[in-house]
């Protein structure tokens, strides 16, 4: 029908405009197309929420993007666009400081189990971090360690949870895994506070040839610093 045409135009200008980065303008015709006269009848209003979604997110309007990424995952048609929206809730929620909300979807995201999945498991980790969730996030960081060893978030993992432990007296564990990231992760740019951290454990103790060892790789390795 002559409405139903109408309806799509005001979607694929939506989708247009959202190419072209211009998101405002993409909120605009997406809001018009889900008001338009027959779009209900289309299978382009199954993803409109989730279009409304991101547009607002790139925005950084993170309100109005989980408001419609809640409406999108209530029937989400698609689980690779429903694995998505639970990581942009998630993300969403995290930026706005709301963390255990945000655990709430990343853990959907890690359940649904599409794609990003290490990606879920660590921001849940951080998540817990952020609100002191020691216990948690000492669990995320291990199980993100033991479950995705190609994950490119491996090495923060890896400090993150080497932290932890040193904190909490378990030194032998946290060194250990100190050292991981600097021998397993050469470009990590975490390698050199891992080295200084080391040399300073080292130094500490009256270790003074495995600290001197490590200040001078430093001094070696970063000499701009």
């Known amino acids: 029908s002559i409405s139903e045409y109408k309806a799509l135009c005001y979607y694929w200008k939506g989708e247009a405009f959202h190419a072209l980065g211009q998101f405002s303008q993409s909120v605009k015709q997406f809001e018009n197309f889900l008001y338009a006269s027959g779009s209900f009848r289309l299978k382009e209003y199954a993803n409109v929420y989730y279009a409304l979604g991101y ?3 790139q925005q950084q309007n993170y309100t109005s993007a989980i408001k419609w990424f809640r409406k999108y995952i209530k029937n989400a048609p698609e689980e690779q ?4 929206a639970c990581l942009r809730l998630g993300d969403a929620y995290f930026m706005k400081k709301q963390y255990m909300r945000a655990v709430d979807f990343y853990a959907l995201a890690e359940n649904t189990a599409v794609f990003d999945i290490d990606y879920a498991i660590y921001q849940q980790a951080l998540c817990y971090g952020l609100s ?3 216990a ?3 669990a995320a960081l291990s199980q993100l360690i033991a479950e995705h060893t190609a994950s490119p978030y491996l090495d923060d993992a890896k400090y993150a949870l080497a932290d932890i432990y040193l904190y909490s007296g378990l030194q032998e564990e946290g060194l250990s895994l100190m050292q991981d990231v600097v021998d397993n992760h ?5 390698v050199k ?11 500490n103790t009256d270790n003074v040839l495995k600290a001197s060892s490590n200040f001078k790789r430093v001094i070696e390795d970063y000499p701009a610093t």
């Open 55 to 57: 547009a607002h997110f």
């Open 136 to 138: 948690a996030n000492k």
């Open 132 to 134: 002191n969730e020691i």
């Open 186 to 190: 050469p470009f990590s740019p975490l």
């Open 81 to 84: 666009k429903l694995n998505d």
């Open 193 to 203: 506070s891992a080295l200084l951290k080391l040399g300073l454990y080292y130094y």
